[in-house]
């Protein structure tokens, strides 16, 4: 088959164009519905489609009982559960209690840490979405000086 | 170029132990300037990716509520001496900083 001079030259540009994309566009869209929901339960129906977690005792949620200053709260997840897709981590009483979500590729250990902000004393809850459900763990972090400004 | 990312890797075995620290203000948009009272925008950093050799073994989704100057740490399998980890994060106004990292 004999391609004419035009078509190719289209397809040459369209080609072009697709790898000019940015790859943060091909990366999996930030999920900004789940993170402006101002309850918990509404950011984990946008995530995973359901706001029902079962407790698991495989996750282990590392977090202090008293952070003194809310503008910086440790917090670690681990966890013994297999095929892991995500990580997040979830503060009911924050104004938009979605605080941050790891996606894990297989090959990536389901063993996360990060800093986070918490606005007063609330539960904090680590979510493991597996590919067989979806599994929580919780604990209450109190704070001595909310780090939400204002 | 300097970068205002700071990357630390650990390797043990085939393990990678990744420890990250970015400079970033992490506004809410919900803090008001002391001096003037006018509300600060928001602005912080929405999406963070690990690429190690090219093949994506992380992506770190952001809310605001995540502290100024983010640090991140976790692990991942299948890393050798030699691996470049390529490290990048977008925030909500379309800024972006990269940095890359030779394992080992």
Known sequence: MQIGRRLFLQGSVAAAALLAIPRALLAAAWPEKAFGAEAAAKAMTELFGTDQAAPSTAISLTAPEIAENGAVVPISVETTLENVRSVSIVVEKNPRPLAVTFDIPPGTLPDVACRIKMGQTSPVTAVVQTDSGVYSASKEVKVTIGGCGG | ?104
């Open chain 2, 1 to 104: 170029m300097a970068t205002t990312i700071k990357v630390k890797v650990k390797l043990k075995g085939d393990v990678a132990e990744v420890k990250s620290l970015m400079l970033h203000p992490m506004e809410t948009g919900a803090r008001k300037d002391p001096d003037t009272g006018a509300t600060v925008p928001a602005h912080h950093i929405t999406q963070l990716m690990f690429d190690n050799n090219g093949e994506t073994v992380m992506t770190v989704n952001c809310s605001t509520a995540v502290s100024r100057d983010p640090y991140f740490s976790f692990s991942f399998g299948g890393a050798r001496a030699g691996d470049v980890l390529a490290v990048r994060w977008v925030d909500n106004t379309g800024e972006s900083e990269s940095t890359e990292i030779t394992l080992g």
